[in-house]
């Protein structure tokens, strides 16, 4: 069965703090993905990583960065958070050689900045 | 910036009734993909649908595309209150589909 998870499924940070959100998939995929959920906002994309190392800006990357060290592994970072950055952060993956391209999601983080 | 907008935003019903959803989208696209996404969870796929294709099936659901007018339907028949999610059309915004575009999407509420 195919996994992602995410490093916690809810955090508190105060404002100014840096902040890490770790994201594992266990799928041997290519890209991986950030994105953050607000109510009446859908899904917004922050930044993805089509391959180790590599990464490439979203819609909304302001306020974040990303590392990709390991194939499985896709960290967001906050460098100092702020309260506008409290959201549901979701992580996901996708396959490049599926015809497909579903992407795979984890849990979510809900990450209030207070 | 949002490239599929979900119609209705909310949509409640009775169990056993048939429930659609709609989705309108901008720009060309190469496929269109319908998620869910139950209460404080992730995402997960359904269906997808490519641009050359009109109606596809799986199970209970049943998803249209109208290129023409950039537009794609999900129909969920004969619901049940397990159905109760919020639920998202996704596109893709390059030729190599690594990258989705998501709508703000329909939170369906199934009554028992």
């Known amino acids: 069965d195919v996994k992602v998870t995410q490093s916690s499924r809810y955090l508190v940070k105060r404002t100014g703090e840096k902040v890490f959100l770790e994201c594992v998939q266990d799928?041997?995929?290519?890209?991986m993905f950030w994105y953050r959920q607000d109510p009446g906002l859908g899904l917004r994309l922050i930044y993805f990583?089509?391959?180790?190392?590599?990464?490439e800006k979203g819609d909304i990357p302001e306020g974040y960065s990303v590392s990709r060290e390991k194939k499985e592994r896709f960290s967001l970072i906050l460098e100092s958070a702020s309260t506008n950055q409290t959201s549901m952060y979701l992580c996901?993956?996708?396959?490049?050689?599926?015809?497909?391209?579903?992407?795979?999601f984890g849990p979510g983080t809900r990450l209030t900045v207070t | 910036s949002q490239q599929g907008e979900e119609d209705p935003q909310a949509l409640s019903i009775q169990e056993g009734e048939n429930a659609t959803m709609n989705c309108s989208y901008k720009t060309s696209i190469n496929n269109l993909q319908w998620y869910r996404q139950n209460s404080g969870r992730g995402l997960v796929h359904l269906i997808l649908i490519r641009s050359n294709e009109r109606e596809k099936h799986s199970g209970r659901l049943r998803v249209t595309l109208d290129t023409s007018k950039k537009s794609s339907s999900l129909l969920i028949t004969a619901s049940r209150a397990a159905d109760t999610a919020s639920y998202f059309c996704?596109?893709?915004?390059?030729?190599?589909?690594?990258?989705?575009?998501f709508g703000g999407g329909t939170r369906l509420m199934v009554k028992p």
């Open positions: 996901a993956s996708s396959s490049q050689g599926s015809p497909i391209y579903e992407q795979y």
């Open positions: 799928m041997d995929h290519e890209n």
């Open positions: 996704a596109t893709d915004q390059n030729n190599a589909g690594n990258m989705l575009t």
């Open positions: 990583s089509y391959d180790v190392k590599m990464k």
